[in-house]
């Protein structure tokens, strides 16, 4: 990796010297071909991230440079945004780009579909789960524009607090 110090500076992130060690050493238990970057295979060898439907969403998000790896900057930077020092926006941010497919900057009706497909799976008709896809969009589209803005996706979430609890994902290694 180098200077593990030099992340702390350089990257803008939520860690301090000791965390980036810590963070360090987790990724390199996960990168298990040696190869400096981990992929969905790898992040997937984790047990507490098999069972997880939108490993793949957030793999994607944390893949800035689209190369379908995740380096250790990518690492640091993406789960900077779940530290408990991490800011309100910027976990609002993370959670918004999960169903932001397309990162156009809006949700629309066939994005939030795939999204909740991968979460609820064949619990659901196809035609139930597009009932409830239109009944949100029609709820929670202030602007009538068919589609869920950023700040309306934050108007819902901030109401609902889910942003404080992506912290304890990140903290205890499971979801609540």
Same mark, same amino acid.
């Given at each position: 990796?180098?200077?593990?110090?030099?992340?702390?500076?350089?990257?803008?992130?939520?860690?301090?010297?000791?965390?980036?060690?810590?963070?360090?050493?987790?990724?390199?238990?996960?990168?298990?071909? @040696?190869?400096?970057?981990?992929?969905?295979?790898?992040?997937?060898?984790?047990?507490?991230?098999?069972?997880?439907?939108?490993?793949?969403?957030?793999?994607?998000?944390?893949?800035?440079?689209?190369?379908?790896?995740?380096?250790?900057?990518?690492?640091?930077?993406?789960?900077?945004?779940?530290?408990? @020092?991490?800011?309100?926006?910027?976990?609002?941010?993370?959670?918004?780009?999960?169903?932001?497919?397309? @990162?156009?900057?809006?949700?629309?009706?066939?994005?939030?579909?795939?999204?909740? @497909?991968?979460?609820?799976?064949?619990?659901?008709?196809?035609?139930?789960?597009?009932?409830?896809?239109?009944?949100?969009?029609?709820?929670?589209?202030?602007?009538?524009?068919?589609?869920?803005?950023?700040?309306?996706?934050?108007?819902?979430?901030?109401?609902?607090?889910?942003?404080?609890?992506?912290?304890?994902?990140?903290?205890?290694?499971?979801?609540?």
């Amino acid at each position: 990796m180098g200077n593990e110090a030099s992340y702390h500076s350089e990257m803008g992130n939520n860690f301090d010297q000791d965390e980036i060690k810590k963070l360090w050493k987790s990724f390199r238990k996960m990168d298990l071909d @040696k190869s400096g970057s981990l992929s969905t295979e790898e992040f997937m060898s984790l047990p507490e991230l098999q069972q997880n439907p939108l490993v793949s969403r957030v793999i994607d998000i944390f893949d800035t440079d689209g190369n379908g790896e995740v380096d250790f900057h990518e690492f640091i930077m993406g789960t900077s945004q779940f530290s408990v @020092k991490g800011d309100e926006e910027q976990k609002l941010r993370f959670a918004f780009r999960i169903y932001d497919i397309d @990162k156009d900057g809006y949700i629309s009706n066939g994005e939030l579909f795939q999204v909740l @497909k991968m979460m609820v799976g064949n619990n659901l008709k196809d035609w139930q789960l597009q009932q409830l896809v239109d009944k949100t969009i029609m709820v929670h589209d202030q602007d009538g524009d068919g589609r869920i803005s950023f700040q309306e996706f934050c108007d819902v979430v901030r109401s609902m607090e889910i942003h404080k609890k992506l912290v304890v994902f990140v903290e205890h290694g499971q979801e609540d």
